[in-house]
């Protein structure tokens, strides 16, 4: 591909991920996204997979019963000449992590509220994250045709619980059964809300921001309410500043409905308008990589294994960071020094996995992989050697100690850790003293999907034992005296070899700095 349409197909690509709370309708809306794609498949489909209809694997099963979405999968389509990656993220607090890393593979994100409930914790977790990073965020407001909170405190709320100013594009007319409409300020017109024709019908607005023709809307108590309270905001309201959505500071604000496909598509077509396209990515050696910078790069942002039951299958979802990827490609492997062939690729255009032929930066590939993958591993051709900045990682709280049921298994119980491991999904620790294995996660259940998966991926029964909570805490190997553990502080080693304590409690931690002042702990590696 020349220079120009390497440029061109990235200016094309827009990734991002949708985050809310679990119910606020983020898989609702996703399946609307996809329809509005052409994408062949009939709405429903996300939600049969959401309830396990569509299980993939077995170890579905678990999300099944528990009602939740534990994976993350990529959905591409076209829309209006631009190529979408929408990155699905679990919702479930405990697996935050997977999630956590999935963002650092989006260039921005669509927030999704229930009117009803506002913003809730697991919105503003992810929210913080999105922050952090400085990606724009573009807010949907769902659930309009139920009756929710008022509008107004629902946009406070926002600068009061998230600190970033909202920007309302549209406001509802009405909600719940009351549900006339949206006054469209961005479009300069009102959308009518009928069951069921989505919203089509129109009225336009004159340039003072009234009805253009006469209709009986205009002496509708919910209509003259609504245009008071934009006049208000238009008047008193934050401008519209494009920098600040660009930076993550000002997010859009769109009112509808996902169930009803009620301003949904408007959503859609603003959002792109605005969404950026594939941005620099920093590494560390402090200079940037450019998208269109002709030699290839991306780093691994996720691994999923078995995603497919009949074929054993552990895929790597890369995130194309610069350049073109082609397949049988040779690119080095950064970690290890590698060279490896890119042969075995899949990309997610719509729901068939399809070979990948192009995909260029901002595209997620998946790689068959059967082992050589991290998370956290960059690839990439051409003589610079390319360091991404690390992926953050949560610190686990939570700690088990794990051995296999069966010591005659302990080949299978291996293996099954490792992989798991290294897909990311908890992480293992090794005690100095005995040797034993000891697993940390963010969470109860991300245990318990390893226990499910150890089980039937692995054929390992594992047995573990609580350890409760712990606070992780790295000491600098200089500064390690073996002698320094005790029951309180439990001395291990991470999967890197690095030391770490884990402390009972703050007490224990506290009482260990008072007896060693000259040693220092850091709470991350
Ligand atoms: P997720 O957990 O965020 O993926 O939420 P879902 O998309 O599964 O939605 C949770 C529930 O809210 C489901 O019962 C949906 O049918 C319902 N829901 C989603 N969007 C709307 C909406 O706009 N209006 C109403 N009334 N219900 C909705």
């Known amino acids: 591909m020349s220079e120009k349409n390497l440029a061109t197909a990235v200016d094309k690509r827009r990734t991002f991920a949708i985050i809310s709370h679990p119910d606020a309708g983020k898989t609702t809306i996703t399946e609307q996204l996809l329809l509005f794609g052409g994408v062949v498949r009939e709405a429903g489909t996300v939600k049969a997979r959401k309830s396990g209809n569509f299980a993939k694997s077995d170890w579905m099963e678990i999300e099944q019963k528990r009602g939740i979405s534990v994976t993350s999968s990529v959905m591409q389509f076209d829309y209006q000449g631009k190529r979408i990656n929408i990155l699905d993220t679990p919702g479930h607090e405990d697996f935050s992590e997977d999630t956590y890393r999935t963002l650092m593979a989006v260039d921005s994100a669509v927030m999704v509220i229930d009117s009803a409930k506002g913003i809730e914790p697991q919105t503003k977790k992810l929210f913080q994250i999105c922050k952090m990073r400085g990606i724009p965020i573009f807010t949907f407001m769902n659930k309009l045709d139920r009756d929710g909170r008022d509008p107004l405190d629902l946009i406070a709320e926002l600068e009061d619980v998230l600190g970033i100013e909202g920007y309302p594009m549209n406001w509802p007319i009405g909600m719940g059964k009351e549900l006339k409409g949206l006054y469209d300020r961005y479009h300069q017109r009102v959308a009518l809300f009928h069951k069921d024709d989505q919203g089509r019908q129109y009225l336009p607005l004159n340039a003072d921001g009234d009805l253009a023709e006469a209709n009986d809307l205009e002496s509708d108590s919910w209509y003259t309410e609504a245009r008071d309270n934009m006049q208000m905001i238009e008047e008193a309201g934050n401008p519209f500043d494009a920098a600040k959505i660009a930076s993550g500071d000002q997010t859009p604000v769109f009112f509808g409905s996902a169930l009803a496909n009620f301003g949904v598509q408007t959503f859609l077509d603003t959002y792109l308008e605005y969404a950026p396209q594939p941005a620099d990515h920093h590494t560390e050696s402090g200079e940037d990589v450019a998208p269109t910078d002709p030699e290839f790069s991306g780093f691994v942002f996720k691994i999923q294994a078995n995603m497919n039951p009949h074929h054993r299958d552990r895929i790597a979802f890369v995130r194309i960071c610069s350049g073109e990827f082609d397949r049988g490609m040779d690119v080095i492997q950064e970690r290890t020094g590698k060279k490896l062939r890119l042969s075995n690729v899949t990309e997610f255009m719509a729901d068939t996995r399809e070979n990948v032929e192009t995909a ?120 390690l005296d073996e002698r320094m553990s005790s029951s309180r502080n439990l001395l291990v080693k991470d999967s890197q070899g690095n030391p770490l304590f884990l402390f009972e409690n703050q007490f224990a931690e506290r009482w260990f700095k008072d007896k060693y002042p000259d040693v220092t702990l850091t709470a991350k590696l």
């Open 360 to 479: 260029v930066a901002g595209d997620i590939i998946g790689l068959y992989d059967t082992g050589n993958f991290q998370i956290g591993d960059a690839i990439y051709t051409g003589k610079r050697d390319i360091k991404f900045e690390k992926l953050p990682q949560f610190t686990p709280e939570l700690f088990v100690r794990v051995s296999a049921k069966n010591v005659m298994k302990q080949k299978s119980f291996h293996k099954g850790i490792n992989q798991l491991v290294q897909e990311g999904a908890v992480q293992l620790y090794t005690s100095y003293s005995t040797g034993d294995y000891i697993l940390g996660a963010v969470g109860q259940l991300q245990f318990e999907v390893f226990q499910f998966r150890m089980q039937n991926e692995y054929n390992s029964e594992v047995v573990m034992e609580p350890m409760g909570k712990k606070t992780a805490r790295w000491i600098d190997p200089d500064q």
